[in-house]
Each structure stands twice: as structure tokens, then as C-alpha cells.
């Protein structure tokens, strides 16, 4: 727990923070030489936050992973993750093949402008918390095997 606890949530914060540090001496140089800045970076913007959410998912699989495996357990859990994509890829082709031949008027309904763009805002939450659940679910698991592993 404690070595996720470095590498995930304080690794995030001190990159954060290098990254600020370093804007801001490089608009301090621009604004000296040049005259004009530019746009500060926001760490609480929501594509920030969105790709920090995915950094920690994607830790806890990589952490479960090389629990998980004894030898190549990098290149073996990407394995596994291309395999469960192409796997889900053909459960929602197959979903949406049955959908688009079953119900009648599914792609006028689904592809209306105004829908498409209400569906796309909640499609960011509905990914970010898909991987709060991943990684609620991961991390346990993973901190599970690695204390069985070590009895």
C-alpha cells in the first residue's frame, strides 16, 4: 500500500507541481524576452483531472497484473488488456448489430445532434467514474494477492 502510495497519488502531486514550476519560469522568460505570455496550466482542468483518473486506473490494473503473474507480467498484462478489448468489442458490436436490426429507427433516434452532444458530456463522467470502479476494484484485489503472496 504504501509503495501505490508513492507511486500513484504522490508521484501525480510532485509532477503537478513540476509542471506549474516550469511554466511558470518558462512564461516569466517569455514574458522578459518577448513581452507577451501564455496560458497558465490548470492541474483542476477537466482534461487534466480526466487523464490523472486514467494514470491511477491503469496503475491499479498495472499493480493487480504484476501480482498477478509470475514471469513477464508486464507484457502479459498487456495481453490481457488487448484481449478484454477485443473481447468487449465484440460483445457491444454484437449488442449494437442486434439494436441496429431489431429496433426500428435506432440510428435516427441515437445520432440526433442534440442527444449526441448531451450523450458526450456524460460519456467524460461515465469514463471517469468507469475508472474509479476499476480502480476501487483492482487495488483491493491487487493489495489482497500481493500480502498472499508474500505468506
Same mark, same amino acid.
Given at each position: 500500500?504504501?509503495?501505490?502510495?508513492?507511486? +500513484?497519488?504522490?508521484?501525480?502531486? #510532485?509532477?503537478?507541481?513540476?509542471?506549474?514550476?516550469?511554466?511558470?519560469?518558462?512564461? +516569466?522568460?517569455?514574458?522578459?524576452?518577448?513581452?507577451?505570455?501564455?496560458?497558465?496550466?490548470?492541474?483542476?482542468?477537466?482534461?487534466?483531472?480526466?487523464?490523472?483518473? +486514467?494514470?491511477?486506473?491503469?496503475?491499479?490494473?498495472?499493480?493487480?497484473?504484476? #501480482?498477478?503473474?509470475?514471469?513477464?507480467?508486464?507484457?502479459?498484462?498487456?495481453?490481457?488488456? #488487448?484481449? +478484454?478489448?477485443?473481447?468487449?468489442?465484440?460483445?457491444?458490436?454484437?449488442?449494437?448489430?442486434?439494436?441496429?436490426?431489431?429496433?426500428?429507427?435506432?440510428?435516427?433516434?441515437?445520432?440526433?445532434?442534440?442527444?449526441?452532444?448531451?450523450?458526450?458530456?456524460?460519456?467524460?463522467?461515465?469514463?471517469?467514474?468507469?475508472?474509479?470502479?476499476?480502480?476501487?476494484?483492482?487495488?483491493?484485489?491487487?493489495?489482497?494477492?500481493?500480502?498472499?503472496?508474500?505468506?
Amino acid at each position: 500500500l504504501s509503495a501505490w502510495l508513492v507511486t +500513484a497519488p504522490l508521484y501525480t502531486m #510532485v509532477v503537478m507541481a513540476v509542471l506549474f514550476l516550469m511554466e511558470l519560469v518558462c512564461s +516569466a522568460i517569455d514574458v522578459w524576452l518577448l513581452g507577451a505570455g501564455f496560458g497558465w496550466f490548470n492541474p483542476m482542468d477537466s482534461e487534466v483531472l480526466m487523464k490523472i483518473i +486514467a494514470y491511477f486506473g491503469l496503475h491499479s490494473i498495472f499493480l493487480l497484473g504484476g #501480482v498477478f503473474f509470475r514471469k513477464n507480467n508486464f507484457i502479459k498484462t498487456i495481453l490481457t488488456l #488487448v484481449v +478484454a478489448h477485443i473481447a468487449l468489442a465484440m460483445v457491444f458490436g454484437l449488442i449494437m448489430y442486434l439494436l441496429w436490426t431489431i429496433v426500428p429507427g435506432f440510428p435516427e433516434n441515437v445520432f440526433d445532434r442534440e442527444v449526441f452532444i448531451e450523450t458526450a458530456s456524460r460519456g467524460e463522467l461515465m469514463k471517469a467514474a468507469g475508472w474509479i470502479i476499476v480502480m476501487l476494484i483492482f487495488l483491493p484485489v491487487g493489495y489482497y494477492r500481493f500480502k498472499h503472496r508474500q505468506l
